[in-house]
Nanobody, 123 residues
Framework: QVELVESGGGLVQAGGSLRLSCAAS????????MAWFRQAPGKEREFVAVISWGGSTDYADSVKGRFTISRDNPKNMVYLQMKSLKPEDTAVYSCAASSRGAEVTVTWLYEYWGQGTQVTVSS
């Protein structure tokens, strides 16, 4: 069982930065792939970034070069550093964990989800 709690969301102007954090419980955290997804109003949830148990990463094309995902296994933490934010990045961002361990990018392969944190980027 893994419990996930996100923090760090907020209101930021376009071009600004935010760092999201995800605190995970569970002794097997280091074996899970961890990802960030987001959902904007009226849209489906979409993949943002993933980091495998071994540290490999993958990103959605829309955030490549602007967002960086990282993990701190001893602290059971995952982070999403977001730079050069755009109004279209506005969404609820959720942390997710997959026991598959690899860089999976689809929602149905993630067993555990956090409640999400709101990110709003003003123009």
């Amino acid at each position: 069982q893994v419990e996930l709690v996100e923090s760090g969301g907020g209101l930021v102007q376009a071009g600004g930065s935010l760092r999201l954090s995800c605190a995970a419980s569970g002794r097997t955290f280091s074996t899970y792939a961890m990802a960030w997804f987001r959902q904007a109003p009226g849209k489906e949830r979409e993949f943002v970034a993933v980091i495998s148990w071994g540290g490999s990463t993958d990103y959605a094309d829309s955030v490549k070069g602007r967002f960086t995902i990282s993990r701190d296994n001893p602290k059971n933490m995952v982070y999403l550093q977001m730079k050069s934010l755009k109004p279209e990045d506005t969404a609820v961002y959720s942390c997710a964990a997959s026991s598959r361990g690899a860089e999976v990018t689809v929602t149905w392969l993630y067993e555990y989800w956090g409640q999400g944190t709101q990110v709003t980027v003003s123009s």
